[in-house]
T-cell receptor, first 114, second 112 residues
Framework: EPEVTQTPSHQVTQMGQEVILRCVPISNHLYFYWYRQILGQKVEFLVSFYNNEISEKSEIFDDQFSVERPDGSNFTLKIRSTKLEDSAMYFC????????????FGPGTRLTVL | QKEVEQNSGPLSVPEGAIASLNCTYSDRGSQSFFWYRQYSGKSPELIMSIYSNGDKEDGRFTAQLNKASQYVSLLIRDSQPSDSATYLCAVCGERGFNKFYFGSGTKLNVKP
C-alpha cells in the first residue's frame, strides 16, 4: 500500500541552525502539506502546496520557513535559524486532490532544538 | 479563529462495548470531516471521512454528521484494547479548503 515517507525520523540541532525535513508523498498525489505537533498539543497546519507553489499557509509559517519540491518525488520543509520553540513533530501529508480530500500522513520527523 | 472542540477524556470503555466520540466545530461553512487515530508518538492514521449529513459505516466504525448542529461523531462498535489511542477530529473549512483544523483529540482506553 502506498505511503508517505519522511526523513530523518529524528533531527537534533542547535538553536540558530538551519534544518531541512524531507518527505516523499504518495506518487499519484498532487497536494502536499506540512503540519506540526508540539508535544501534548494539537496538530497544527503549516502550509499546503500544489502545482509547485504554496496554496495556503498559516500564521505560524513565517519567513523562517520555506517549502520546495526539488524534484518529482521529494517535498521539503526548510527551517532557517531554528528556535527552541520549533521543537515538535513535523508531519508531511499528501492528498490525491485538494479540496476536501482525505490526507494521508507520513510517520513524522521529531525535531529537537537545543 | 476556527475551532474544533473535543472532550479530551480519557474515555474508558470495557472490551466489546461501543465507544462514542464527539466533536463540534465553529465554521458553519465547513464541508468535509475526518476522523484520525493517533497512537502515542505516532502520526495520525485516517479512519474515515464524511461529507454529507447522516451516518457512514465502515466495518466497526460509524461516523455521524449533523451540519445544522455543527456536530460530528464517531462510534466504535465491539471496542478492542488495540483501539486504545487518541482520536482526532479534523475539519476542512469552506475558505481553507486545502487545510485541516484538528481538535485536541479524545483519549480512548478500552479495558480488557
Amino acid at each position: 500500500e502506498p505511503e508517505v515517507t519522511q526523513t530523518p525520523s529524528h533531527q537534533v540541532t542547535q538553536m540558530g541552525q538551519e534544518v531541512i525535513l524531507r518527505c516523499v508523498p504518495i506518487s499519484n498525489h498532487l497536494y502536499f502539506y506540512w503540519y506540526r505537533q508540539i508535544l501534548g498539543q494539537k496538530v497544527e497546519f503549516l502550509v499546503s502546496f500544489y502545482n509547485n507553489e504554496i496554496s495556503e499557509k498559516s500564521e505560524i509559517f513565517d519567513d523562517q520557513f520555506s517549502v520546495e519540491r526539488p524534484d518529482g518525488s521529494n517535498f521539503t520543509l526548510k527551517i532557517r535559524s531554528t528556535k527552541l520553540e520549533d521543537s515538535a513533530m513535523y508531519f508531511c501529508a499528501s492528498s490525491e486532490q485538494g479540496s476536501y480530500n482525505e490526507q494521508f500522513f507520513g510517520p513524522g520527523t521529531r525535531l529537537t532544538v537545543l | 479563529q476556527k475551532e474544533v472542540e473535543q472532550n479530551s477524556g480519557p474515555l474508558s470503555v470495557p472490551e466489546g462495548a461501543i465507544a462514542s466520540l464527539n466533536c463540534t466545530y465553529s465554521d458553519r461553512g465547513s464541508q468535509s470531516f475526518f476522523w484520525y487515530r493517533q497512537y502515542s508518538g505516532k502520526s495520525p492514521e485516517l479512519i474515515m471521512s464524511i461529507y454529507s449529513n447522516g451516518d457512514k459505516e465502515d466495518g466497526r466504525f460509524t461516523a455521524q454528521l449533523n451540519k445544522a448542529s455543527q456536530y460530528v461523531s464517531l462510534l466504535i462498535r465491539d471496542s478492542q484494547p488495540s483501539d486504545s489511542a487518541t482520536y482526532l477530529c479534523a475539519v476542512c473549512g469552506e475558505r481553507g479548503f486545502n487545510k485541516f483544523y484538528f481538535g485536541s483529540g479524545t483519549k480512548l482506553n478500552v479495558k480488557p
